[in-house]
């Protein structure tokens, strides 16, 4: 038997509780994991209250991304006590995920745990720090090195934001942080932030074309913030967009893109090809400091989940939120 949070639709209301299950209640997989961590996301968010129309079927156990080790595979690329990573590829969506002490998965979807990484570290930065380090990989891919001058994070004081502020620190860029929270300030400066503006000054309509204010940008929100952005990115600026916190419209012109060449780069961490991922998780191994899991991640219990999962989707959720499975 093993402890879950289940999600169970009634009266078109999505309701979230700690059931105690049996193994033979899991879904398909070639490999049963015992889930250490896991984490909380913007879309685990919208999962549990309901908000969002994230998962298709139920009973399910939310949880986009989780870690710990193989108890049994069928797979000869996994034995019993491997440690593993799981993010992404529907998992706590159509999939049963990682709110819970088993999961079974495929075993494509899998990544081994990179060395000097454990599990709770590899939950800290969880789906929204290899998000971030994909969007920063799409940016190096265009040519966007420290020198070419300041880039804006976007949706700073979220989990993507915060993990890409300090990559982009730890790499030597200027990192300009947009935050909705004015009392965030002097943190996200103190994970590496050069300096914070205000998320109103990215609220204005834009025109087609503004001053030109980022050598790139990492955005979390979309919509008239993207727009905005896109109108001051540096000529053969880019900006790598992965989130629609602030909705998934994009009212904007081809301008920034025929007369300066920017370029909008799509990231997805959902369906990334495995490779892919495994260059991103080492990468973050190597560039993220000790100090980074200290003051990055807020530790939760399962039975804590349904009210953080409340806040995170009213933006009241500072960094990373850390489940103790």
Same mark, same amino acid.
């Given at each position: 038997?093993?402890?879950?949070?289940?999600?169970?639709?009634?009266?078109?209301?999505?309701?979230?509780?700690?059931?105690?299950?049996?193994?033979?209640?899991?879904?398909?997989?070639?490999?049963?994991?015992?889930?250490?961590?896991?984490?909380?996301?913007?879309?685990?968010?919208?999962?549990?209250?309901?908000?969002?129309?994230?998962?298709?079927?139920?009973?399910?156990?939310?949880? %986009? &991304?989780? *870690?710990?080790?193989?108890?049994?595979?069928?797979?000869?690329?996994? +034995?019993?006590?491997?440690?593993? #990573?799981? !993010?992404?590829?529907?998992?706590?969506?159509?999939?049963?995920?990682?709110?819970?002490?088993?999961?079974?998965?495929?075993?494509?979807?899998?990544?081994?745990?990179?060395?000097?990484?454990?599990?709770?570290?590899?939950?800290?930065?969880?789906?929204?720090?290899?998000?971030?380090?994909?969007?920063?990989?799409?940016?190096?891919?265009?040519?966007?090195?420290?020198?070419?001058?300041?880039?804006?994070?976007?949706?700073?004081?979220?989990?993507?934001?915060?993990?890409?502020?300090?990559?982009?620190?730890?790499?030597?860029?200027?990192?300009?942080?947009?935050?909705?929270?004015?009392?965030?300030?002097?943190?996200?400066?103190?994970?590496?932030?050069?300096?914070? %503006? &205000?998320? *109103?000054?990215?609220?204005?309509?834009?025109?087609?074309?503004?001053? +030109?204010?980022?050598?790139?940008? #990492?955005? !979390?929100?979309?919509?008239?913030?993207?727009?905005?952005?896109?109108?001051?990115?540096?000529?053969?600026?880019?900006?790598?967009?992965?989130?629609?916190?602030?909705?998934?419209?994009?009212?904007?012109?081809?301008?920034?893109?025929?007369?300066?060449?920017?370029?909008?780069?799509?990231?997805?961490?959902?369906?990334?090809?495995?490779?892919?991922?495994?260059?991103?998780?080492?990468?973050?191994?190597?560039?993220?400091?000790?100090?980074?899991?200290?003051?990055?991640?807020?530790?939760?219990?399962?039975?804590?989940?349904?009210?953080?999962?409340?806040?995170?989707?009213?933006?009241?959720?500072?960094?990373?939120?850390?489940?103790?499975?």
């Amino acid at each position: 038997m093993f402890n879950a949070l289940v999600l169970n639709q009634q009266d078109k209301k999505t309701i979230a509780a700690i059931e105690q299950l049996d193994e033979s209640a899991l879904p398909a997989g070639d490999v049963v994991v015992g889930v250490k961590y896991s984490s909380l996301n913007y879309k685990d968010g919208l999962a549990i209250t309901g908000k969002g129309k994230i998962v298709r079927e139920f009973p399910m156990v939310p949880g %986009i &991304d989780y *870690a710990g080790h193989v108890i049994s595979s069928q797979d000869e690329r996994y +034995q019993p006590g491997d440690a593993v #990573i799981l !993010t992404g590829w529907g998992v706590g969506e159509n999939h049963w995920g990682g709110m819970a002490e088993r999961a079974s998965v495929r075993a494509d979807y899998l990544v081994p745990m990179p060395a000097g990484l454990d599990s709770r570290k590899a939950m800290i930065i969880g789906t929204a720090g290899l998000t971030a380090m994909l969007c920063l990989m799409a940016l190096e891919s265009t040519g966007i090195t420290p020198d070419k001058g300041e880039i804006l994070v976007t949706g700073a004081s979220g989990g993507v934001g915060s993990v890409a502020i300090t990559l982009l620190n730890q790499l030597g860029y200027q990192v300009v942080a947009a935050s909705g929270r004015a009392t965030n300030g002097e943190w996200l400066k103190s994970i590496g932030a050069h300096r914070v %503006i &205000d998320r *109103a000054e990215l609220l204005e309509p834009a025109r087609p074309l503004e001053k +030109q204010l980022w050598a790139g940008c #990492i955005d !979390t929100v979309g919509s008239n913030v993207l727009a905005k952005v896109l109108a001051q990115i540096d000529y053969q600026g880019a900006v790598a967009a992965c989130g629609l916190a602030g909705g998934f419209d994009l009212p904007t012109t081809v301008m920034p893109f025929i007369l300066r060449g920017v370029k909008l780069l799509g990231v997805d961490s959902v369906m990334c090809p495995f490779e892919q991922r495994l260059q991103a998780w080492n990468r973050l191994t190597e560039l993220l400091p000790e100090s980074f899991y200290a003051q990055a991640a807020t530790e939760i219990e399962l039975q804590a989940v349904p009210e953080m999962a409340e806040a995170i989707t009213l933006g009241q959720v500072t960094g990373r939120t850390l489940i103790r499975v």
